[in-house]
Antibody, heavy 123, light 109 residues
């Protein structure tokens, strides 16, 4: 079955860095565009970043552009999110999610999600 | 950036009732790219509807989506106990940007 499992969350001071990872199984990873979506405590969902199936293209939300970097390793079925210069408003559960693709058509929705990893930015 | 506004914020209903959730966009949305999710406490979201009205794999037919342009609706025809949750709409635009509505909570009356 499909599994996306995030790791790397924790407590970090403002201005510091953290790297999240997502390990995928049960999907054709190297054909999948992968995303990070976050959810602040008690709040709604916020899209963070996407990386294309081959890693050639990345896009970011305005709130993280220039501070976060998404990457992937198709040989290991993993994607990462390098988070630099963290701020208190980056505190959230970070979800790894796959973009739904069907017969080569990207539906721009997220069909598989990991359970999430909590990042707390606090001094 | 397209902003999605969901209403109502909270819907208080009983099992067996019909639920109608609204999602309004600040600009016209490409219809292929409007989706709905269900989220229960402590869980990741689950895709219910994509492309405005297509049900995701395994989603019961009591869930249906409709709409176009700036106004979209998720309807749950008869609420089951497991349907009480928070629901989010989500759209994609060509920036590219993915945005979510703020959510509607469906609670037991």
């Amino acid at each position: 079955q499909v599994q996306l499992v995030e790791s790397g969350g924790g407590v970090v001071q403002p201005g510091r860095s953290l790297r999240l990872s997502c390990a995928a199984s049960g999907i054709t990873f190297d054909s999948s565009a992968m995303h990070w979506v976050r959810q602040a405590p008690g709040k709604g969902l916020e899209w963070v970043a996407v990386i294309s199936f081959d890693g050639s293209t990345e896009y970011y939300a305005d709130s993280v552009r220039g501070r976060f970097t998404i990457s992937r390793d198709n040989s290991k079925n993993t994607q990462d999110l390098q988070m630099n210069n963290l701020r208190s408003d980056d505190t959230a559960v970070y979800y790894c999610a796959r973009e739904y693709v069907e017969s080569g058509w990207y539906h721009r929705a997220f069909d598989y999600w990991g359970p999430g990893t909590l990042v707390t930015v606090s001094s | 950036e397209i902003v999605l506004t969901q209403s109502p914020g909270t819907l208080s209903l009983s099992p067996g009732d019909r639920a109608t959730l609204s999602c309004r966009a600040s600009q016209s949305v490409l219809s292929r790219y409007l989706a709905w999710y269900q989220q229960k406490p402590g869980q990741a979201p689950r895709l219910l509807i994509y492309g405005v009205s297509s049900r995701a794999t395994g989603i019961p037919d009591r869930f249906s989506g409709s709409g176009s342009g700036t106004d979209f609706t998720l309807t749950i025809s008869r609420l089951e106990p497991e349907d009480f949750a928070v629901y989010y709409c989500q759209q994609y635009d060509s920036s590219p940007t993915w945005t979510f509505g703020q959510g509607t909570r469906v609670e037991v009356k």
